[in-house]
């Protein structure tokens, strides 16, 4: 739950940063950044701030803003039906980035679970992401990021996004927002 | 046909645009930017700079830079066995560019065919694209675009990309570059 404040005063921060680094939105695209809390009232650590520019049947493209240290949390995108998950390149256009997927722990992480949430971070394969650098996740693979400290744009380029399927491994996440009015 | 010296300075010109717009690349992207002048030698008027981003199975993003006037020619994506054609969504982040579709033909369109090929641009509908706006071509869509006095840089959101299937309306086109040593 994120207050309608709340809401608003993130949209026109990620807007800042947007402008920061060059991004141009028309003003409804501005009105519409989606402020994400996933459900656990703590915004500035587990949260997102997304503007989607396009999501049809087939492709799916939207920036994330991403405060300093404001984290994604781990989850994967299921099949559904005939259709395989969801397939996502993240590009760093600003900041710096830490995403994880399975495979060998990195020794040291740069990354920062969230206070209180340690248990719902599994996977510690790290990639760094800086500005021009992108990875691309196939199909179900388990993942989660964190920007640095100065906070990150991470475009991501994908298949047709269904939030509302997403498979969290914490399971007080809800993905879609709700605002307190 | 592109000389090598022009292909490398066409390179080198783009790399300044997307520097100029924010847009960040790896080393390696910057030297593997795709010079296209379609076969046709006239590359300042009839020609586009591409980098490729990512291009799976699915999902295709490109940043598409224009030199002022440069044109993309008239073409579309035809459905492969069972796949419907291409889908794009065009992004304007830098510039200007007029797109045009099948439609009522706009009256003093913007946009002016490259000199000796206007038998090869017969559709008229204009959709200007300032900064953050966009467009989106369904499968099969007739499309052609150019760039405004200052040049323009253009994202492409898209299903995967087969370029050497796109059919051109002018028959003397050949989209795979070739470049002279």
């Given at each position: 739950?994120?207050?309608?404040?709340?809401?608003?005063?993130?949209?026109?921060?990620?807007?800042?940063?947007?402008?920061?680094a060059?991004?141009?939105?028309?003003?409804?695209?501005?009105?519409?950044?989606?402020?994400?809390?996933?459900?656990?009232?703590?915004?500035?650590?587990?949260?997102?701030?997304?503007?989607?520019?396009?999501?049809?049947?087939?492709?799916?493209?939207?920036?994330l803003?991403l405060?300093?240290?404001?984290?994604?949390?781990?989850?994967?995108?299921?099949?559904?039906?005939?259709?395989?998950?969801?397939?996502e390149t993240f590009r760093c256009r600003w900041g710096e980035a830490y995403l994880y997927v399975?495979?060998?722990?990195?020794?040291?992480?740069k990354?920062?679970?969230?206070?209180?949430?340690?248990?719902?971070?599994?996977?510690?394969?790290e990639i760094v992401l800086k500005p021009g650098e992108q990875y691309t996740l196939?199909?179900?693979?388990?993942?989660?990021f964190?920007s640095g400290?100065q906070?990150a744009i991470v475009s991501e380029f994908?298949?047709?996004?269904?939030?509302?399927?997403?498979?969290?491994?914490?399971?007080?996440?809800?993905?879609?927002?709700?605002?307190?009015?």
């Amino acid at each position: 739950m994120v207050q309608r404040s709340e809401y608003e005063r993130a949209q026109s921060e990620a807007l800042k940063y947007l402008e920061r680094a060059g991004i141009v939105l028309i003003p409804e695209e501005a009105r519409r950044i989606e402020v994400a809390d996933f459900g656990l009232g703590e915004l500035r650590s587990t949260g997102m701030e997304v503007v989607t520019y396009v999501n049809t049947e087939r492709v799916c493209a939207k920036e994330l803003v991403l405060f300093p240290r404001q984290t994604c949390p781990e989850h994967y995108h299921p099949p559904l039906g005939s259709r395989p998950g969801k397939e996502e390149t993240f590009r760093c256009r600003w900041g710096e980035a830490y995403l994880y997927v399975p495979g060998d722990p990195t020794p040291n992480p740069k990354g920062i679970p969230p206070r209180g949430r340690e248990h719902a971070y599994t996977i510690w394969h790290e990639i760094v992401l800086k500005p021009g650098e992108q990875y691309t996740l196939a199909p179900g693979t388990l993942h989660w990021f964190q920007s640095g400290d100065q906070g990150a744009i991470v475009s991501e380029f994908s298949t047709t996004s269904y939030d509302d399927s997403d498979v969290w491994t914490d399971k007080e996440i809800k993905r879609l927002p709700t605002v307190e009015e």
